[in-house]
């Protein structure tokens, strides 16, 4: 039945063939030998073809075809050799090919291999660019052995249509052009040639100059994202009259200024100045995009989504790296750069767990740390991203945010079990055990002392010995994984507490201070206050509320009512930020986010919302705030991953707020 329906898909393909071809096609018949060992060699634009077939059996052609790019059969015959060159092919293309053997007026069946021709005309590789008084300098490395000349065509920035252009040698690896007119952008492309064509061109910029005249602290920033413009007063001391001119005709004069884009894309830079009496110009871009950050790209758990839950961003010690975990199912640690934007590296844990635990930077050290929901996994990651000990003794850390003390040599933790533990920072071995016997909701590091927050409880606890010092009844119960806010004077650690509470406990005498109760209509869960520096607490609630109270907890100062599509878990796991203004930044979370900016008074300043209209963007966690620029995690949904961004929107970061943001790497440790 098999060698049936084989020669009548033979006898259909052949018909099919009939208007393609010229001549008569062989009709299948009696069973003849197919061709074996096919094989199909891609090349550039072309497939070379080869087979062979046993002893004995001698063909009199063989019959090659295959669908093009435009959906036709093209056949070719060989003339009897068992091998062809098929030519006029799309690179990167699949095709399939098949091959038939003719025996006189009867064919065999067909074999059938797959090509995909690819381009053997590599671009120039490693092009560098360097610039002096008039001339332009540049090399490359050479892409392939088959490279026939290259081809340089280059232009000056005032001039787009008059295109020079010189033919190179094969050999070349470098060129050097003089009697440019210095001060004038040149743009450079250099492509390899080959038998079958010209490569991709590679492509520079360079201007040639006596001295560049400018210095920019970064050339790629965020929208409205102040850059520093400084005119290189060193290799021009006599320069006056220095001018920049912005898009849109803004001029800023001085030698250093500083000015936001706030249009994205390549923007143009004008520099003029007066030097020796001759007036002299000078153009530069920079690139502008529309956030310092924007990436939804997780590792995901099949078609589990990700995000961020219960957590919150922080910084590397000199605050060029922002780092997060996401929760769902691969709790995965990620690092950004912060003035590029781009992932500088993620670690993935061998063993999948979600995590709700917030990261916390060794302020010396510079590695990170963070646990799961699983037992026995809490991470130390080395700032370059690789594993540096895994502890396996605590619980599952659903819990507070690790801590680390002032010289980095310990780290602390507190599982959802109530089992605090002091880590050797270096090697990840325990140095001694603490039993709270409730869930940590907040640590806190404060000279030789360590205060654990359980719901009901604080305990101070010796930092070298794992000894308690003192037991304090809370004036109110702590809301879970929150953390704790202290006071300008160090004298008053503040945390959200439960049932519409905000508490605090005197860590100088060891003493609960009565809790001010700010929701007595629907009460619900605060969660960690940050202090701002005129001395207010300021605090969001599952509710859909915040609230800014006074410092010794006497009364409200003012509330805020969000005014979102649900006011259910509006600020849930919230960790809100201040500036040196007295402003605070907060996220709303269901069942869209909203970031709030508000002013001392509760004024609102701004507001907005990050992917309007899609309700699987919502924040259950927080924010931080570094440079004017607020980091933001989402927890995304079903249907799409979260988002984490970071807004430049100016001020600058208070020096004195929540304890996980007290300093920039979250230490949870009274500096």
């Known amino acids: 039945m098999k060698k049936i329906i084989n020669l009548l898909l033979i006898s259909f393909i052949a018909a099919c063939l009939t208007a393609c071809w010229s001549e008569d096609i062989p009709e299948a018949g009696a069973a003849r030998h197919q061709v074996t060992d096919l094989t199909a060699t891609p090349g550039d634009e072309e497939v070379l073809l080869a087979w062979s077939l046993p002893e004995g059996w001698n063909p009199t052609d063989f019959i090659v075809y295959y669908t093009d790019a435009d959906s036709e059969t093209v056949t070719l015959r060989t003339g009897g050799e068992m091998n062809c060159t098929v030519g006029g092919l799309v690179n990167d293309t699949q095709y399939t090919f098949y091959v038939q053997a003719v025996y006189g007026k009867l064919v065999s069946n067909y074999v059938a291999a797959v090509g995909r021709p690819a381009t053997t005309r590599f671009p120039v590789t490693d092009l560098t660019v360097d610039a002096g008084d008039s001339f332009v300098s540049l090399a490359w490395t050479k892409p392939a052995t088959t490279v026939l000349s290259y081809t340089l065509s280059y232009y000056n920035e005032d001039t787009p249509d008059n295109v020079e252009q010189q033919t190179l040698d094969k050999d070349a690896t470098s060129v050097t052009l003089d009697k440019l007119i210095n001060d004038k952008n040149y743009y450079f492309s250099l492509t390899a040639n080959y038998e079958k064509g010209a490569s991709e061109p590679a492509t520079a910029k360079a201007m040639p100059t006596l001295a560049i005249p400018y210095i920019l602290d970064r050339d790629k920033a965020a929208k409205n994202q102040p850059i520093t413009f400084s005119f290189n007063t060193e290799d021009y001391p006599t320069a006056t009259d220095v001018k920049w001119t912005f898009p849109g005709d803004v001029v800023k004069e001085g030698t250093v200024v500083k000015y936001g884009l706030g249009t994205v894309g390549t923007q143009t830079v004008k520099l003029n100045a007066t030097i020796d009496g001759n007036a002299r110009s000078w153009t530069l871009e920079v690139e502008i995009r529309e956030y310092v950050i924007y990436s939804t790209d997780w590792a995901q758990d099949g078609s589990n989504y990700n995000g961020f839950k219960g957590t919150c961003p922080v910084f590397s010690p000199d605050g060029k790296t922002v780092y997060i975990i996401t929760f769902n199912k691969v709790s995965a640690l990620y690092a950004f750069d912060v003035v590029t934007g781009n992932e500088k590296w993620r670690y993935l844990p061998t063993s999948k767990s979600g995590s709700y635990n917030m990261l916390t930077v060794n302020p010396v050290t510079g590695d990170i740390y963070y646990g799961t929901t699983s037992a026995g996994q809490f991470y130390a990651i080395t700032p370059e991203g690789e594993l540096k000990w895994i502890f396996s003794e605590a619980g599952s850390m659903k819990s507070a945010a690790p801590a680390v003390n002032a010289n980095g040599t310990v780290v602390y933790i507190c599982d959802a079990l109530g089992k605090a533990?002091?880590?050797?920072?270096?090697?990840?071995?325990?140095?001694?055990?603490?039993?709270?016997?409730?869930?940590?909701?907040?640590?806190?590091?404060?000279?030789?002392?360590?205060?654990?927050?359980?719901?009901?409880?604080?305990?101070?606890?010796?930092?070298?010995?794992?000894?308690?010092i003192a037991k304090v009844t809370l004036g109110c119960e702590m809301s879970d994984i929150t953390g704790f806010a202290v006071n300008s004077d160090k004298t008053l650690a503040y945390f959200g507490g439960r049932n519409g509470y905000i508490g605090a406990v005197n860590i100088k005498t060891h003493e609960a201070i009565k809790s001010l109760v700010v929701e007595k209509d629907n009460p619900n869960l605060l969660y960690e206050p940050v202090v701002a520096p005129n001395g207010s607490v300021f605090a969001g609630s599952k509710n859909g509320s915040v609230y800014n109270v006074k410092g010794d907890l006497s009364a409200v100062n003012w509330e805020y009512v969000h005014t979102g599509s649900s006011l259910a878990n509006a600020f849930n796991y919230s960790h809100p930020c201040v500036d040196s203004?007295?402003?605070?930044?907060?996220?709303?979370?269901?069942?869209?986010?909203?970031?709030?900016?508000?002013?001392?008074?509760?004024?609102?300043?701004?507001s907005w919302t990050y992917e309007s209209g899609d309700n699987n963007q919502k924040q259950m966690g927080g924010n931080n705030y570094l440079d004017g620029v607020i980091y933001s995690a989402f927890i995304g949904g079903s249907s799409k991953n979260g988002v984490f961004v970071g807004k430049y929107v100016g001020g600058e970061r208070a020096s004195s707020w929540s304890t996980h943001g007290g300093d920039i790497c979250g230490s949870c440790c009274v500096k």
């Not at 071995?429 to 404060?446: H, P, T, Y």
């Not at 605070?584 to 004024?603: E, K, L």
């Open 421 to 468: 533990f002091a880590i050797d920072a270096a090697s990840g071995q325990k140095k001694w055990q603490f039993s709270a016997g409730d869930a940590g909701r907040g640590l806190l590091v404060n000279g030789s002392e360590l205060l654990i927050g359980t719901q009901t409880d604080a305990f101070f606890v010796n930092i070298e010995t794992g000894e308690q």
């Open 581 to 606: 203004e007295n402003r605070f930044y907060i996220t709303s979370g269901q069942t869209s986010n909203t970031t709030y900016i508000f002013d001392a008074s509760g004024n609102v300043v701004d």
